[in-house]
């Protein structure tokens, strides 16, 4: 997968190193013409709403627009509307003025002008109530705020971007997203797919997260065998990169340094009841009697008798399962040689 064409995307699309953000990885043909429709509004000025689900890259995109944006060296705030309760809302994005209400002992800009000749991400905006949804589409349609308590309006030099994993076609169906923002916000509207939907970005991410992890404790960046990537790209990662990025954080300090093999994954990934919960793809019985078999060597620390026991079954066939399946005969993580074969 890590072939020179993902390179040489990712060198070009990427955000630039030096500048200490984040690399937007991507070599499947979905990413790549997100990018390039990134790529293509970025310079403008124009509203731009990232939907997606949760974990797919939607902050990082949000971010690569700005970085991408003449507005790089201005400021990039971001609102997370789910997390402000109602009544400090107001007060947090327009700001105040001394005296506007009891506490206000001094003046405070809001939000909205502390993102001044930058980019403003309203992150979970279907969070907003319909009340808070009113107040956001007057900003930006008169492009400017008041404080509250205040009697200047000041004119916004701000792009708005607008962040969700919720449909919100679906909640202007219900009711509980204004039609009239929702028309406003959607003219230029970015979809990130389902890390499923992209399996050619798997490991070029994991490799990704791999290094970064190592770098960041220290360790020696391990190899990926090439059975644990077999696995991750089957894999359903309902918590898309995020989970991929936790998953590789977790298995590169249980490798240590050596190679990555499926038992370093986190084992709610890897186990049989996993499998069995995948939504669209079934596990073949000898899937699920290896990853049975795998869940059963690690409780047990590879004793192969107490395995068998558990297991039923007897330690000669237990050795036969083991080799029809490339069950390693030992735990993998004993394997420091660098070797990526099991
Ligand atoms: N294409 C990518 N390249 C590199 N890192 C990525 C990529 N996609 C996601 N990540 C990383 O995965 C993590 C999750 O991404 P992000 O926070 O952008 O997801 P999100 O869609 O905003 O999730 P949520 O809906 O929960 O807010 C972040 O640490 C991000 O840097
Ligand atoms: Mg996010």
């Not at 499926?262 to 049989?272: C, K, S």
């Amino acid at each position: 997968m890590a072939n020179g064409r993902s390179i040489r995307h990712t060198a070009m699309l990427s955000s630039d190193a030096s500048s200490g953000s984040e690399f937007f990885i991507g070599a499947s043909s979905s990413l790549t013409a997100l990018l390039r429709d990134a790529a293509r509004v970025a310079p403008t000025d124009a509203t731009v709403v990232i939907t997606g689900e949760s974990g797919t890259g939607k902050s990082l995109l949000a971010r690569w627009i700005h970085e991408h944006s003449r507005r790089a060296v201005g400021p990039f705030v971001v609102i997370d509307c789910g997390a402000l309760p109602e009544s400090l809302l107001e007060a947090e994005l327009f700001g105040f003025e001394r005296g506007a209400f009891t506490g206000a002992a001094t003046a405070k800009a809001g939000r909205f002008e502390g993102a001044q000749q930058g980019t403003l991400v309203l992150d979970e905006v279907a969070a907003l109530s319909l009340a808070a949804q009113a107040k956001l589409l007057r900003a930006l349609e008169e492009r400017r705020v008041m404080r509250l308590g205040g009697t200047r309006a000041v004119t916004l030099d701000v792009r708005f971007v607008a962040v969700t994993n919720t449909d919100l076609a679906a909640a202007v169906k219900r009711q509980a997203f204004r039609a009239d923002l929702f028309h406003r916000l959607n003219t230029i509207a970015l979809e990130v797919p389902p890390l499923r939907a992209r399996p050619g970005d798997i490991a070029p991410l994991a490799r990704h997260f791999v290094t970064r992890a190592a770098q960041r404790n220290g360790l020696p960046c391990p190899k990926l065998a090439p059975e644990t990537l077999a696995f991750l790209e089957q894999y359903d990662f309902p918590g898309n990169a995020r989970e991929l990025m936790h998953a590789m954080d977790y298995a590169t300090l249980t490798a240590a340094g050596a190679v990555i093999y499926r038992e370093h994954l986190p084992a709610r990934m890897t186990a049989a009841t996993a499998l069995m919960q995948h939504p669209t793809r079934k596990p073949t019985l000898a899937e699920l009697e290896a990853a049975y078999i795998r869940e059963i060597l690690q409780q047990v620390a590879w004793r192969k008798v107490e395995a068998a026991r558990i297991l039923g079954i007897s330690r000669k066939n237990l050795y036969e399962k083991l080799r029809a399946y490339g069950i390693p005969y030992r735990p993998p993580s004993q394997d420091a040689n660098g070797d990526a074969s099991p």
